[in-house]
T-cell receptor
């Protein structure tokens, strides 16, 4: 089983819609997670961190469900500029290492 | 915010040549730098973790003699792809970290081996 799994999509939604992505993780010891956004042929950019209490930043809300081992990202009032691939990221759980494990990404296409 | 640069942004080379990619943290000291590779329509895959002044830790399946990593200072790490072949064509991205888990990514280097 992959450490981090995501639905690849694509999710095609109209402007103004609310869309949610889920991501499951395999290591129950993971404490923190991240959502990154990656535009085509660009580097990933940190969107938000996700801790046990969840996180909200404007139209974006991330939540962590430890019992079911998944994290979610909710985008409200979608904009055309939200079109991108959203990467679910967990830290590598090796002692002394602070690398990241990336999910394969969920592609979002917001349409006018 | 923290800025990480990579050079070159794009390189095309002939099979058998070596290519060096530089990763620099511009406004902070990076105790750890990471090198990732991304093939088309796939996610980033960690290649190696590099700590300043010590040998890099390579992920399983990544040949350390082929992908040479040097992290000689707190602001510079280099990745050298030796004897590159077409299958090494990929998007190589570095990231840098201070003390926290937050990683700042460079803009990536697109390598094409003919």
């Amino acid at each position: 089983r992959k450490e981090v799994e995501q639905d690849p999509g694509p999710f095609n939604v109209p402007e103004g819609a609310t869309v949610a992505f889920n991501c499951t993780y395999s290591n129950s010891a993971s404490q923190s997670f991240f959502w990154y956004r990656q535009d085509c042929r660009k580097e990933p950019k940190l969107l938000m961190s996700v801790y046990s209490s969840g996180n909200e930043d404007g139209r974006f809300t991330a939540q962590l469900n430890r019992a079911s081992q998944y994290i979610s990202l909710l985008i409200r009032d979608s904009k055309l500029s939200d079109s991108a691939t959203y990467l679910c990221v967990a830290p590598v759980m090796d002692t002394g290492r602070r690398a990241l494990t990336f999910g394969s990404g969920t592609r979002l296409q917001v349409q006018p | 915010g923290a800025v990480v640069s990579q050079h070159p942004s794009r390189v095309i080379c002939k099979s058998g040549t070596s290519v060096k990619i530089e990763c620099r943290s511009l406004d902070f000291q990076a105790t750890t730098m990471f090198w990732y590779r991304q093939f088309p329509k796939q996610s980033l895959m960690l290649m190696a973790t590099s700590n300043e002044g010590s040998k890099a830790t390579y992920e399983q399946g990544v040949e350390k003699d082929k992908f040479l990593i040097n992290h000689a200072s707190l602001t510079l790490s280099t990745l050298t792809v030796t004897s590159a072949h077409p299958e090494d064509s990929s998007f190589y991205i570095c990231s840098a970290s201070e003390a926290s888990d937050t990683q700042y990514f460079g803009p990536g280097t697109r390598l094409t081996v003919l």
